[in-house]
């Protein structure tokens, strides 16, 4: 009868890697960064008592901090020359087709962080 008195390949495994699960992507097929294509995705400024305005279209988180920017910027300049400004932004979503189809938030800029 044939008896191992080692174990086969014993360092074979020494070197290999792990997997590393990629970051969650909330429903989207790839992880999301500020150049990543979004496609047509929606700047949506919020109020804070819920009331909310489309600002316009962005294709990337990027561009979408940009817009948001100028957008608050312009509000601003409208405040301050006595013209309604409409509401006052408390925060900026960009919404974006998922994986299933269906939009959702990509990212939420908080209006004090520009």
């Known amino acids: ?3 191992a008195t080692g ?6 495994m020494k070197n290999t890697t792990t997997k ?14 500020d150049s990543t ?3 047509l ?6 109020s804070e008592d819920g009331q909310y305005e489309p600002v316009g279209v962005v294709a990337s988180i990027g561009e979408a901090r940009e817009i948001a920017t100028s957008d608050l910027k312009g509000r ?6 006595g013209n309604d400004p409409g509401p006052c932004p408390y925060s900026y979503r960009v919404w974006a087709n998922g994986i ?11 209006a004090t962080s520009l």
Do not use: C, H, S, W
């Open 41 to 46: 995705a929606m700047l949506i400024a919020e």
């Open 37 to 39: 294509n979004l496609g």
């Open 1 to 3: 009868m044939f008896r």
């Open 20 to 33: 590393k699960q990629p970051p969650a992507t909330t429903g989207f097929a790839i992880p999301l960064t």
């Open 76 to 81: 601003m300049r409208r405040l301050d020359r």
């Open 100 to 110: 299933d189809g269906d939009y959702r938030i990509a990212i939420e800029i908080p």
């Open 7 to 12: 174990v086969m390949n014993q360092g074979a």
